[in-house]
């Protein structure tokens, strides 16, 4: 492998890897905060990628898209937490498993109701459609680097938010010890929403970002849910940092087994898990 | 349900599954047929999930690792011998299961269902990748097995009605052994793990040793299943292994309520059922499936099972007001 190629290969395991941080980050919060597993939540990517295949033909700009399907997805997501996933809280994990099963199908089903069963392609918006010239035969289309700097700043902007606000620092308590903060006057309910929104909006918009670069298609979202649970797993249930380094990882895992080893590139996210959880049975960081 | 009626409705029930092949449709046959194998799935994860408390999320891999056992086991234009194949391909998925319990049992809670299904993908990804079984399009199983010993062939699996019966009687066998099991001073301690493990092992019981061995079990009888539905259907592809089917046997386990091999079985003819008459109404078929699922988790925590009972209590209490 040359020194381009490499560069081409680590750029995209590093835009792979952030993009799944977004969905994982949600996923690792609803766990770690209200105790929910949500087999749904690559739904929400899926949701988002949809939805920015919709609203960019209605009004034919992907960022236009954005910000209008980012309200939206925050909205679906407290509805849903209000409707279904309040009523999960004190239930035991295998209900929680059942019903968000149940979620899938009918959020499947749905989607091939409403826009069928077709791929369909979103346009890069003009003003990113270009590439970067690297050598004189390589170039890297700016899309995937803009994608990451927005994963980027996201990162930073979710540290600010938990670290260094009123609301993070409810949010960490009610990591910790829901009691306590109910005790301590907080609305914990209302933690719960915010977080649970939160949480989808953060995958929609992955699934935004995504449907340029992989198109939109159906069951889009098993595939990155199977791979964020196992983020969410390698990094430590509830810790968000952890998911950060856990979905590096699995980025480089997977774009470099794809190079590397071609034929056993399928198995290998699933080889680190297994090795990361003999060295660590509760994850890279745990909870905290 | 005390004894007495349990034992009437299980010999009834039975006694309407031995009639199905007089019925001389086949189509309801095979349909039963598929029913009677995920019967025997079911029971297989309920000893895990409702017995020992441990919920697998990848159970079937080892559904599908004798199913495609008895693929590539059986000769290419001939008949296998069913009496070496059935226990080849079960004992694979013994083989498989032991050794992932090795690893999987070393995780507790959430972990552990994660890291159930993080092998099952691997086993999937091993026959969806690799030329092993055909890749992603699968293999068939050309010819049944033969069940012939020496000269003598006591029934023919190219036959619906044999073969029925075939699957029925496996079904009664694995659900009269793992009663027993359960019975067994090692099914005690399965269910006195599920209740509490730290007092099991404080108790001296080396818990670890005693859930792997229920994780192999497990993993062989659901191996029995993926035989039979190998035999049944004729064709093998990756999806058998697939997080899906891992689901839907969860479902089936759940929907009869956990803890019940009488339920598992319930839950899944409840499951399969569902899924033919949906089909049959739409295309859409999951939405119903789907809104199903999740209007029983809400009202129906208990599982199919627990309505007898629930009725029962709503009668009475209706009664005393």
């Known amino acids: ?288 | 349900m005390n004894a007495q009626a349990s034992l009437i409705f299980k010999l009834v029930a039975l006694a309407v599954l031995a009639c199905v092949p007089l019925s001389g449709e086949s189509f309801y046959v095979e349909m039963i047929s598929k029913m009677l194998v995920m019967a025997i799935f079911a029971m297989s994860l309920d000893l895990l999930v409702g017995f020992t408390g441990l919920v697998s999320f990848g159970h079937a891999a080892y559904f599908g690792i004798a199913a495609y056992a008895a693929a590539l086991l059986s000769p290419k234009y001939d008949a296998g011998n069913l009496w070496l194949l059935l226990p080849g391909a079960v004992g694979l998925s013994a083989l498989a299961a032991f050794v992932i319990g090795l690893f999987v049992l070393r995780t507790k809670g959430i972990y552990f269902i994660m890291v159930t299904l993080a092998f099952a993908q691997m086993a999937y990804f091993v026959f969806h990748d690799t030329p092993v079984g055909g890749g992603s399009d699968g293999i068939y199983l050309n010819v049944k097995p033969s069940a012939a010993i020496g000269g003598w062939e006591p029934f023919d699996l190219g036959n619906g009605t044999h073969q029925y019966y075939f699957i029925l009687a496996l079904m009664v066998l694995v659900y009269l052994f793992l009663r027993r099991v359960l019975q067994s001073p090692f099914g005690r301690v399965l269910v006195g793990i599920k209740s509490n493990e730290h007092r099991m092992q404080s108790m001296g019981y080396l818990t670890y040793r005693y859930k792997l061995g229920a994780f192999t079990l497990a993993g062989a009888l659901g191996g029995v299943a993926g035989f039979l539905y190998a035999v049944l259907f004729g064709f093998v592809t990756p999806e058998l292994l697939s997080w899906h089917e891992s689901g839907n046997v969860l479902l089936m386990v759940i929907l009869g309520g956990m803890g019940n091999l009488v339920g598992a079985v319930v839950g899944a003819f409840a499951f399969e059922g569902m899924r033919g008459v949906f089909e049959s109404w739409t295309e859409h078929w999951q939405l119903l499936m789907g809104g199903v699922i999740v209007a029983l988790v809400l009202f129906l925590p208990g599982g199919l099972s627990s309505l007898p009972a629930r009725i029962r209590r709503a009668l009475q209490g209706g009664e005393a007001k």
């Open chain 1, 1 to 288: 492998m040359d020194f381009a190629t490499f560069l081409i290969q680590t750029l995209n395991a590093l835009q792979y890897g952030l993009l799944l941080f977004l969905v994982a980050s949600g996923l690792t919060l609803v766990f770690g905060i209200m105790g929910i597993i949500n087999l749904a939540h690559g739904s929400f990517y899926m949701i988002g990628a949809y939805l920015a295949f919709v609203l960019t033909s209605a009004t034919g700009s992907l960022v236009l898209a954005i910000v209008l399907g980012i309200p939206l997805a925050l909205l679906f997501g407290a509805f849903l937490e209000w409707l279904l996933f309040s009523h999960l809280y004190k239930r035991d994990h295998l209900e929680q498993v059942l019903l968000t099963y149940g979620l899938i199908l009918v959020f499947e089903e749905l989607r091939s109701l409403l826009v069928g069963n077709d791929v369909h392609g979103v346009n890069i918006p003009a003003f990113l459609d270009a590439s970067i010239r690297l050598t004189e035969v390589m170039t890297y289309p700016v899309y995937r680097l803009a994608v990451s700097a927005v994963c980027v700043v996201l990162a930073v902007a979710l540290y600010f938010v938990i670290q260094r606000t009123r609301l993070g620092m409810m949010i960490r308590a009610g990591n910790d010890d829901r009691t306590m903060v109910e005790a301590l006057g907080i609305n914990i309910n209302m933690i719960y929403r915010v977080v649970f929104a939160l949480g989808v909006a953060l995958a929609a918009l992955a699934g935004m970002l995504a449907a340029p670069m992989s198109s939109v298609f159906p069951n889009m979202g098993s595939q990155v849910l199977i791979i964020s649970f196992v983020i969410v797993v390698i990094g430590g249930i509830g810790s968000v940092w952890g998911a950060l380094v856990a979905a590096l990882i699995v980025g480089f895992a997977d774009t470099f087994g794809k190079v590397l080893l071609p034929e056993i590139s399928g198995m290998i996210v699933y080889l680190v898990m297994a090795v990361v959880l003999l060295w660590r049975p509760e994850g890279i960081l745990k909870k905290g």
